[in-house]
Nanobody, 113 residues
Framework: QVQLVESGGGVVQAGGSLRLSCATSGIMFRINHMGWYRQAPGKQRELIATITIFGHADYADSVKGRFTISRDNDEHTVYLQMNSLKPEDTAVYYC???????WGQGTQVTVSS
């Protein structure tokens, strides 16, 4: 059974930082490219960061230079370090394999101005 458990969200002031974690089980983590997605209130879910099985990362323009995605293949976990947070980063954040349609519960990030 596939499980994706996101954690690390919370309430932070603008300019602050958070580190999200996504613990996975039930997937062959080492052979899956992984992505972080987010959904803000009233908006569509968007892909914001990806990391390949080789460790190559890509970012949406909205987070480039502020967010860093990483992965630990031994722990089957993917991370998202978020710095210089802005109120527009407020959303529910999800991770999943980029080529599979599994979703966890997400973790809420709220950035106050």
């Amino acid at each position: 059974q596939v499980q994706l458990v996101e954690s690390g969200g919370g309430v932070v002031q603008a300019g602050g930082s958070l580190r999200l974690s996504c613990a996975t089980s039930g997937i062959m983590f080492r052979i899956n490219h992984m992505g972080w997605y987010r959904q803000a209130p009233g908006k569509q879910r968007e892909l914001i960061a990806t990391i390949t099985i080789f460790g190559h990362a890509d970012y949406a323009d909205s987070v480039k230079g502020r967010f860093t995605i990483s992965r630990d293949n031994d722990e089957h976990t993917v991370y998202l370090q978020m710095n210089s947070l802005k109120p527009e980063d407020t959303a529910v954040y999800y991770c999943k394999p980029t080529l599979a349609d599994y979703w966890g519960q997400g973790t809420q990030v709220t950035v106050s101005s």
